[in-house]
């Protein structure tokens, strides 16, 4: 079973960077694409950016020019650089990946979600 581990999050002032780390671990055959989401409390979940496993990058529009994902395909692990830090950006921030592991039967799809960690930006 893929499982995925978060790490970085923090208390922030506005303007300051912070770096969120999540590794995924398991019986993975590929990762396709990684992601992170964001919950603000009292909102829905809100995409905050993806990466392709051919590097493909996707942010939404809040955070174009501020924050930057990348990945490292060999230690199945995706990063997101936030920097210039708003406090609207405070939420709890999710990882997100997607791929193929193996299965009893070959392989099997999988999505997992990691367990969240808070960012909070003070003013």
């Known amino acids: 079973q893929v499982q995925v581990v978060e790490s970085g999050g923090g208390l922030v002032q506005a303007g300051g960077p912070l770096r969120l780390s999540c590794v995924a671990s398991?019986?993975?055959?590929?990762?396709?694409?990684m992601a992170w989401y964001r919950q603000a409390p009292g909102k829905q979940r809100e995409l905050v950016a993806t990466?392709?496993?051919?590097?493909?990058?996707m942010y939404t529009d809040s955070v174009k020019g501020r924050f930057t994902i990348s990945r490292d395909n060999a230690k199945n692990t995706v990063n997101l650089q936030m920097n210039s830090l708003k406090p609207e950006d405070t939420a709890d921030y999710y990882c997100n990946v997607k791929g193929f592991e193996i299965s009893q039967r070959g392989y099997r799809s999988f999505e997992v979600w990691g367990q969240g960690t808070l960012v909070t930006v003070s003013s």
């Open positions: 398991g019986s993975i055959l590929s990762i396709n694409a």
């Open positions: 990466i392709t496993s051919g590097g493909s990058k």
